[in-house]
């Protein structure tokens, strides 16, 4: 390869591209159940149906089923509360610096979505009064002092039903230097039974293609960009049509997989409106 170095109008990417915004998976290995994976298990205690006794903390193999590509979430009776809420979730800090819980996730404004597809059973004499849905809930301080109360204004929940049917949740993560009451946030599913007199409701929340997310749009931008499109952590970027893909590690040297050649191409942002580049002559 000499100096000589002519100019290029490279067409392939002159007129609009649009901006894209990877999400970032928050889920971890969503379809690992076993003892080690991030799933948790666990279920508040009542007894009698309005009194809160304790907190156990349950074997997630033993409540969670597979088959095929769905997984059934089963509720748990200690034979002894007159009412259980059973929960599946995975948990991420979200509490202020410095706290047991520190977030180091999440950016103020950023936008949470648990989505997927999921449908439930409900038995007992009378379980219309069965509480079955997903959910996506930040824990903190109550007024009164209480750790890890549910915070209504940053919690969604989503009834499931007996057919299978899509979900999707969504919640914005608050400023915690205006308000460093938070401590966690949870994603997954809940089943509350309660005991009827002779026995204990039961259900099972059956689900496929989950995914939870922190939304591309509004969370501080964690990965690097070129030309609106994310660089992955090999340093490539996937123009599609218009360049296939391009090695920007070194940019404004861009490696152009198409031409097998380095060419100087500064990033031209988001919204540009063509490009000019530079193409080393051999």
Known sequence: MNNKIRTLTLAGIIGAAAA???????????????????????????QPATEWIGFATLEVPDRVTVEGDAATFHSWDDETSDKIESFLFQEFGAGPVGSPTANQLFEAGDVITFRGEASATRTGNNPSNMVVRA???????????????????????????????A???????PDLAEDDSFQVLQVGFEITTEFDGSAMDSGTITFRNIEAFIEGEGNGEPEEFYAGLPVDESGNVDTG?????LHVAHEPWVYVFDLARWVYMPDPGEEFSGAWAFLMQQ
Do not use: C, R, Y
């Open 167 to 173: 979900f999707e949740l969504s919640v914005t993560f």
């Open 20 to 46: 894209a915004h990877a999400n970032t998976p928050l889920l971890v290995n969503p379809d690992d159940f076993s003892a080690d994976g991030k799933w948790i298990a666990g279920a508040n205690q009542f």
């Open 135 to 165: 959910f996506v809930k930040m824990l903190g301080f109550n007024e009164l002092g209480w750790e890890f109360q549910v915070k209504p204004n940053h919690t969604q929940f989503h009834n499931i039903g007996p057919d299978n049917e």
């Open 241 to 245: 049509e218009f360049l296939g893909v």
